[in-house]
């Protein structure tokens, strides 16, 4: 069940050429599969975040990877780069 869960999730994040994964704010694609994002919305968020977002992603520990990446969408907010395009993107 957890497989199945996990899978419906990276499909919501998976690029549709199928080459890796796009970013959760703007879409660009990400330097790695297990990044949630492009490196400069990733690199806005604090250190801790980030470990966590890569431990609870590599450990399928799918309700702690959801509650981490809503802490960076709220994160990406409050800095005012939610949904905005990266220079990788342009």
């Given at each position: 069940m957890a497989s199945a869960r996990r899978a419906s999730l990276v499909m919501l994040v998976a690029n549709a050429e199928g080459s890796g994964r796009?970013?959760?704010c703007c879409g660009a694609p990400t330097p790695t599969p297990s990044?949630?994002?492009?490196?400069?919305?990733w690199m806005v968020?604090?250190?801790d975040l980030r470990s966590e977002l890569l431990r609870s992603y590599t450990r399928d520990?799918?309700?702690n990877y959801h509650r981490a990446l809503?802490?960076?969408v709220r994160i990406w907010q409050h800095l005012g780069v939610w949904r905005t395009v990266s220079k990788a993107r342009v």
């Open positions: 796009k970013c959760a990044m949630c994002a492009c490196w400069d919305h968020l604090p250190e520990e799918l309700a809503l802490d960076a």
